[in-house]
């Protein structure tokens, strides 16, 4: 039941990121054929475009989202192939703990620097 | 005397390539765990280096200037790739995963009508809608910039 559960939201983690991550990177991969969200011109890795996105709170939003999902659809498919190895039961346990806490570890980083990034954006 | 703790019919790794003869969706279900993976990895690298926005302009700058260059070019490149198989092969299992488009059940009887018919059909349209983000991925990378 718990791993109905988690595989349920492992799916929908996976129509979150379709969404956002295929936003991010048509923004950051296709800019010379869309040229979306990149009000300076140039490269959309270049700081005024940076900043520019990062003024907008639905982009920090949407960064913290994808953060999310992409953590958790990520490391829950990569215990599900480890777990296919079929460890030791003490060894899953151990595992499973090392991805919450790599997972909760990097969102907290990560929801950090995009609320910063929000903030100093929002400074320049 | 240890007890065998291995199942049946697990081949562990091997058994993404090997270990039978598998049809196209098994190397479909293979390259999607490579590129999951892939991605994987990508993304706790990218997650820690994008950081460095909050630290100011000479942070981001000094960051951006550590991952430049041709070489790293290709490998986003790559990772685009990844992403275009990932998100539309993975868009075609979520289908299959609710029992849309995948034909109704039968009687599994070589050659398969269901698989031939329904299922298959959506692989290709994948593989070609795949293709095509390839194809314009390596446009806007490599000729339009």
Known sequence: MRDQKLWTWHLAAGAIILFLLGLHMAIMHLDALLGIFNPAGGHPIDWANVVARGQSLAFTVTYILLLGAALFHGLYGLRNILFELDPAPPLKKALSWVLILVGVGLFIFGTWAAWVGHQVASLT | ?145
């Open chain 2, 1 to 145: 005397m240890e007890k065998d703790r291995r199942h049946p019919n697990r081949l562990g790794i091997w058994g993404w390539v090997g270990g039978g003869s598998w049809g196209p969706d098994r190397y479909l279900y293979t390259l999607h765990r490579i590129t999951g993976l892939g991605l994987l990895a990508y993304f706790l690298v990218h997650v820690v280096v994008t950081s460095s926005r909050a630290l100011g302009e000479g942070a981001w700058e000094a960051s951006m200037a550590r991952v430049s260059g041709p070489l790293f070019v290709l490998g986003e490149y790559l990772v685009f790739v990844a992403f275009a198989f990932h998100a539309i092969n993975g868009l075609r299992l979520f289908f299959a995963e609710l029992g849309w488009g995948i034909g109704k059940p039968i009687e599994p009887i070589y050659p398969y009508r269901t698989c031939l018919d329904d299922q298959r059909p959506w692989a290709l349209g994948a593989l070609l809608l795949i293709a095509v983000l390839v194809v314009v991925g390596a446009l806007d990378f490599f000729v339009w910039h």
